[in-house]
């Protein structure tokens, strides 16, 4: 039987605290952003506007919990050169899976029409295909980038991946459509974007989170975690079966996104090099 030392604990209860403290200051600035600045570009610019405050809020707790009081490195919260590469690689591989997603929903009813509205489209997408990059960029610094690396440290991988895909899931309860099957299904997106972080940093995760948005919602006019956004030019109708595509919730609350996710997970985990030692993390040593 594995004995558990005073050490242990001590160090994961300290992991733990300072990421809920990131959370508590990423969130908590969120909030009073949005409550005390005026609203500004309408409704079409509502999700670059949440971006934009999102991601000032939790870059804003990385830099103070991760950097100035964690002297964590850029490098080890997940920045590390190539930028680009890595991260169009993760749009490629998000898009993709979403495109997979779709198909395997229009094969069990699915129904994909194009509407030709091309004169209106860019003035819709351009915000929103903004507002995806801010938003994917946020939840990677909320839930990948310092806290996943600080709870690796404390807990190991896996349990990291698990500590913080669980409130990542729960923070979708409050969406539209949303079932105890989406939420599953957004487990399982977190910890496919934590192995993405172990794969290729920050960039590939970014990459990976706004691919598959993106795909589902610029591509398809698919909902995006319950959220429907009426593009232009496509129209995305689910089948009779919410089980199988996810209704109106879009994907991510069907089988179907089980099935690209756990394909999309599987193909990172069989790459040369999934976890480097340049991406994994490094062991930590406590004194006896």
């Given at each position: ?10 160090r ?14 990423g ?141 990542f899931?729960?923070l ?54 319950g959220y ?11 089948g ?10 879009g ?16 193909f ?21």
């Open positions: 039987m594995a004995r558990v030392s005073f050490a242990d604990v001590k994961v209860a300290i992991a733990l605290g300072w990421v809920i403290l990131f959370w508590v200051i969130f908590g600035v969120t909030i009073g952003i949005a409550e005390f600045v005026p609203g500004w570009g309408g409704r079409e610019w509502e999700v670059a506007r949440n971006g934009v405050y999102e991601v000032i809020a939790f870059g804003a707790a990385t830099l103070l919990i991760g950097r100035l009081l964690n002297k964590r490195s850029w490098s080890d919260m997940g920045w590390r050169r190539p930028v680009l590469v890595p991260g169009l690689r993760g749009v490629a591989l998000g898009a993709f899976m979403a495109a997979f997603a779709i198909g395997l929903a229009l094969v069990f009813g699915a129904r994909l029409a194009f509407t030709g509205d091309w004169n209106v489209w860019a003035g819709v997408a351009l915000p929103l295909m903004l507002g995806l990059v801010l938003s994917a960029l946020a939840e990677e610094l909320g839930f990948r980038g310092y806290p996943l690396r600080r709870l690796t440290d404390g807990l190991g991988v896996f349990s990291a991946m698990i500590v913080v895909g669980v409130p899931a729960l979708h309860l409050g969406n539209p459509s949303v079932s105890v099957f989406s939420l599953a299904n957004i487990f399982l997106a977190a910890l496919w974007l934590s192995i993405a972080f172990f794969a290729g940093g920050m960039p590939l995760a970014w990459g990976a989170h706004f691919g598959w948005n993106a795909g589902l919602a610029l591509l398809f006019d698919a909902p995006v975690s429907m956004f009426h593009l232009p030019l496509v129209e995305y109708t689910p009779l079966h919410r089980w199988l595509d996810g209704g109106a919730f994907p991510e609350g069907g089988i179907v996104a089980t099935i690209a996710l756990s394909a999309g997970t599987l990172l985990l069989t790459r040369k090099g999934a976890f480097t030692p340049a991406a994994a993390p490094a062991p930590v040593q406590v004194a006896a």
